[in-house]
């Protein structure tokens, strides 16, 4: 039987701590940032470490998501760099996104948007 997989895309404090906790859950994780010190920083706890930026479409665009039950957008603390990403998950199909929000309004944008949890 195959691991699920799981993505994450920011690996600010809570990024981390949850690509951290996942592995220990025993699922597979592709962790994202647009930082390399923090892609380097976390690169040893999870399957898969890429230096990109989520605002980016072309980035997300080039990610087969189907390998993912989730996608994880952990931007907690930028609004617009995690709105853009919610968006560009949203355009290529990704249905399962996950959202760290910083405040109420975040969250109801972010729901808005269509984000499950």
């Not at 920011?10 to 981390?16: C, I, M, Q």
């Not at 930082?35 to 479409?57: C, F, L, S």
Request: charged share 25%.
């Amino acid at each position: 039987m195959a691991k699920k997989r799981i993505a994450v895309i920011g690996l600010g404090r809570f990024g981390s701590a949850f690509c951290r906790a996942a592995r220990g859950a025993g699922l597979e994780v592709m962790a994202i940032d647009s930082a390399q010190e923090r892609v380097h920083a976390i690169a040893d706890d999870v399957a898969e470490a890429i230096i990109a930026d989520g605002t980016d479409p072309k980035v997300i665009a080039s990610i087969d998501w189907r390998q993912f039950f989730a996608v994880v957008v952990a931007i907690g603390t930028d609004l617009q760099s995690s709105l853009i990403t919610i968006l560009n998950l949203k355009e290529v199909g990704v249905e399962a996104i996950w959202c760290k929000t910083r405040d109420n309004y975040h969250y109801q944008l972010a729901l808005k948007m269509g984000v499950s949890r």
